[in-house]
């Protein structure tokens, strides 16, 4: 495994959002309510993009069909509870002096 870095943690902010591609992996990175994530750019029910996708208290909005992961819990399907949709990938994400990244 070797350290991805993929942003400067001076440059994290509220609303922070940036979409990179590792490894022919599309993930987004993103800082919200004081929190940053990093999850698949794409929704694991129809791979419809999560570019502009709602963001509220961890858990994540598609809105192609109003399902939502939550992000604190390794991106585990919250609505609708119980529908057969495997969770939203998720990355740990790792600090390595001033900047956060991924270990793949
Ligand atoms: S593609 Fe995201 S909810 Fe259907």
Do not use: W
């Amino acid at each position: 495994m070797r350290f991805i870095p993929l942003e400067r943690l001076i440059n994290l902010h509220e609303g922070y959002r940036q979409a990179f591609k590792i490894d022919g992996a599309d993930i987004i990175l993103l800082h919200e309510d004081g929190q940053t994530y990093a999850f698949s750019r794409t929704c694991p029910h129809q791979n419809y993009a999560l570019d502009y996708a709602k963001i509220s208290d961890g858990l994540i909005l598609c809105s192609a069909h109003g399902f939502e992961f939550d992000l604190k819990r390794s991106g585990a399907l919250v609505k609708p509870a119980g529908f057969p949709c495997p969770a939203l990938k998720t990355y740990d994400l790792v600090y390595d002096a001033d900047r956060i990244g991924l270990m793949l």
